[in-house]
């Protein structure tokens, strides 16, 4: 059985301050659930002070971005062994807004995968297509080439490591949800390439998260589906009452 996950991608949302009152009004609420995994991935500037809030606490906290190299002259980045030490327990790689605004290609997730592995981070690897390749016919081409690129050369050790995101880019702060058969349809397909490249066993364990526009009231039924192993959620995990909504869906 596949341990459900749900994780809160805050994006470039919440001063410090604002970040330790959300996670303040979190705590109490998600106290003692234990049946589905938990984290939130704030901006870089919030993961100190939250790393102290959550400690012993059932939330793991995670960043929304990294680079691969270790250390160096790379003015304005931040390394894995910075986010481990930070109190982090996983990493947001390749989301499409990094893709679509930052220049972030598969070769880039690649990189990152790597270095996030090599540092004992879990890595959450974000792949999907936008409106426009989906209405083209190529949502699938699209999905097994950014799983494929992500993958290539990854073990199949570090692989069951993962846990994969699929947020279809038009469902993405859009209110626009995929429905669950359509979500449930390309999670199917990226446990199929996973058997493609690792066999059956990693591909049943690895857990294959749903994002875009998940809220409390659609959660549940996108949860219920067989291949659909949690969420990635962007603004309804900036509350505390509707990110804990969307937990108690996957109960
Ligand atoms: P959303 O974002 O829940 O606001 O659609 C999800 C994500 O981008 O991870």
Redesign the pocket.
């Known amino acids: 059985m596949r341990k459900p996950i749900v994780v809160g991608?805050w994006k470039m949302n919440k001063t410090p301050e604002e970040a330790v009152q959300l996670v303040a009004e979190l705590k109490p609420l998600v106290a003692g659930i234990e049946a589905v995994e938990i984290g939130i991935c704030p901006p870089f500037v919030c993961l100190t002070e939250a790393s102290k809030l959550l400690k012993g606490t059932n939330i793991g906290l995670g960043a929304q971005n990294m680079y691969w190299e270790p250390e160096g002259a790379y003015t304005g980045e931040i390394s894995a062994e910075m986010l481990v030490t930070s109190g982090c327990r996983y990493v947001i790689l390749g989301?499409s807004e990094r893709r679509a605004y930052f220049g972030e290609t598969n070769a880039t997730v690649h990189k990152r995968l790597e270095a996030a592995l090599q540092s004992g981070l879990s890595p959450i690897v974000c792949v999907g297509e936008t409106l426009e390749q989906r209405e083209a016919g190529k949502a699938e081409e699209v999905v097994a080439d950014h799983l494929r690129g992500a993958y290539e050369g990854i073990s199949a050790t570090d692989a069951q490591k993962t846990v994969i995101a699929y947020?279809p880019v038009w469902?993405?702060?859009t209110g626009l949800t995929a429905t669950p058969d359509q979500a449930q349809e390309m999670h199917a397909f990226i446990r199929k390439i996973l058997t493609e490249l690792y066999g059956d066993s990693v591909a049943e364990g690895v857990r294959i998260q749903y994002?875009?526009?998940?809220k409390p009231g659609n959660a549940k039924e996108l949860l219920a589906q067989k291949d659909i192993d949690g969420g990635?959620?962007?603004?309804?995990a900036l509350q505390a009452e509707s990110f804990t909504g969307i937990i108690k869906g996957a109960l």
């Open positions: 991608n989301h947020e469902a993405i702060g994002g875009g526009s998940m990635l959620i962007g603004g309804a």
